[in-house]
C-alpha cells in the first residue's frame, strides 16, 4: 500500500499533468496514475493527419509554452505528445504508469485508490482521465446486421488502410469533418450528418473557441442569459484540410440514414448507399467506471460538481472531462485554469 499522500491524481494526459503542475508549485505531496504505457496522453492514439486547432503559443499548459513546430502552423499530434513528455520532465511530476485504477473507495479520513498493481491512499483525489477510452456509438436500427467493418474515431489511422473502398463516415462535428476530409481523396466517400455541417467562420480557432467557452461560463456563474459558448459559433472548425476539402466540393453531407443494411445503410425514402465500412465519428463518454464505488453518478452520466469538486464527495476534483468540470477543460489551453483552482481548493481543505 502507497501512501496516504496529500493527493493522488487519476491519469497522466494533458489534464493530470496541469493539475500535477499545480499542485508542485502549492507544496503538496502527490502522485499521477496513468493508465498509459508512455507520455502523451490519449494524444498518442489519434489519427495520423490530426492537428491542433490553435498555433503551438495558444495551445500550452500552465508554465510552459508549446515550441512551435517547424514548417506547421497547427502542430500535430506527435508534436503535442513531445510536448507533454518534456513537460512531465520539466517539472520533475511524479508519473507512474502503466498503473491503472479499477476503484476508488472511501477509507475514513481518506480515499483508497485500488489499482491493478496495488493500492494507494490519499487525503484528496483529482480525477483526470478524459473521454478517449469510452467511445461511443448509437444503437442504430440494424447495426448487427451490417457485413462490413464498422469503426469508432479511435480506431481510425491513416486514409491509405481505406484505398479504394466504399465508406461511410457518421458524424457532423470536428472528428468527422476532419476524417471525411482524409477519405475524400483515396475512398468512395459517403459522408452522413444529424443536420447540415456547420463551419465556424475560417479565422476562427481554437484560441477563439476557449474565450467563447469562457465568456459562457462567466455568463451562467453571473446569472446571465446562456450566449451558447462554442455551440453558438458552429460544429466544425475549419482546419486546412476540411477546408480545402470542403472548397474543392468533397465535403457534400447526406442527412442521416434510417437503418444499417447487410450491405449498407437505407433512408426513409428508400434510397440506399453500398458501404464495405462504416466509421461512427459520434463522440465520447467520460471515462469514470473507477468512480463508481463513490455512488456519485447523476445525470446523463456525470457526476454533479461545484466548479470541479464533487458536491457528494469534496475530497474528489474531476478535471478535464468538458465544460461542467470548468470552460474548455478537455483543451490544452482550457484546462489550467480549473486545474488550478482545483489544487487551490485541495490545498486550502487540507489545511
Known amino acids: 500500500m502507497r501512501g496516504p499522500l496529500d ?5 497522466g494526459g494533458q489534464a493530470g499533468l496541469a493539475a500535477g503542475y499545480h499542485l508542485r508549485r502549492l507544496g503538496l505531496d502527490f502522485a499521477v496514475l496513468d493508465a498509459g504505457a508512455a507520455p502523451g496522453g490519449a494524444w498518442r492514439h489519434t489519427w495520423d493527419s490530426l492537428h491542433l486547432f490553435s498555433p503551438a503559443a495558444y495551445s500550452s499548459l500552465p508554465g510552459r509554452l508549446m515550441p512551435p513546430q517547424p514548417g506547421e502552423t497547427y502542430p500535430d499530434a506527435a508534436h503535442v505528445v513531445g510536448y507533454l513528455a518534456d513537460y512531465e520532465q520539466r517539472y520533475e511530476l511524479p508519473v507512474h504508469r502503466p498503473v491503472r485504477v479499477t476503484g476508488l473507495h472511501r477509507a475514513g479520513e481518506l480515499l483508497r485508490a485500488e489499482t491493478d498493481s496495488g493500492t494507494w491512499q490519499a487525503r484528496a483525489v483529482i480525477s483526470a482521465t478524459g473521454t478517449w477510452s469510452r467511445p461511443f456509438v448509437p444503437a442504430a436500427p440494424g447495426r448487427t446486421e451490417f457485413r462490413g467493418v464498422q469503426l469508432h474515431t479511435v480506431e481510425y489511422r491513416t486514409p491509405r488502410d481505406f484505398a479504394g473502398q466504399r465508406v461511410i463516415v457518421v ?28 463551419y465556424l467562420a475560417d479565422e476562427i480557432d481554437g ?29 466544425i472548425v475549419a482546419v486546412p484540410s476540411v477546408r480545402a476539402a470542403r472548397d474543392a466540393g468533397l465535403l457534400k453531407a447526406q442527412p442521416m440514414f434510417t437503418r444499417l443494411t447487410p450491405t449498407g445503410v437505407a433512408w426513409a425514402d428508400g434510397m440506399t448507399s453500398e458501404a464495405d465500412v462504416i466509421i461512427w465519428c459520434t463522440g465520447f463518454r467520460p471515462a469514470l467506471s473507477h468512480l463508481a464505488p463513490l455512488g456519485l453518478r447523476g445525470p446523463r452520466g456525470h457526476i454533479p460538481t461545484t466548479g470541479t469538486r464533487a458536491i457528494g464527495e469534496p475530497r474528489l476534483h474531476l478535471l478535464g472531462y468538458g465544460d461542467w468540470t470548468g470552460p474548455a477543460s478537455a483543451t490544452l489551453i482550457g484546462v489550467g485554469r480549473p486545474a488550478r483552482e482545483a489544487a487551490r481548493a485541495i490545498a486550502a481543505l487540507l489545511r
Open 207 to 235: 484560441r477563439a473557441l476557449f474565450d467563447a467557452a469562457t465568456a459562457r461560463r462567466r455568463a451562467l456563474d453571473e446569472g446571465r442569459a446562456d450566449t451558447g459558448g462554442v455551440a453558438s459559433l458552429g460544429d
Open 7 to 11: 493527493v493522488v491524481v487519476i491519469g
Open 171 to 198: 458524424g457532423g462535428g470536428n472528428s468527422g469533418a476532419q476524417i471525411a476530409a482524409d477519405l475524400a481523396h483515396d475512398a468512395d466517400l459517403t459522408w452522413v450528418t444529424l443536420r447540415e455541417p456547420r
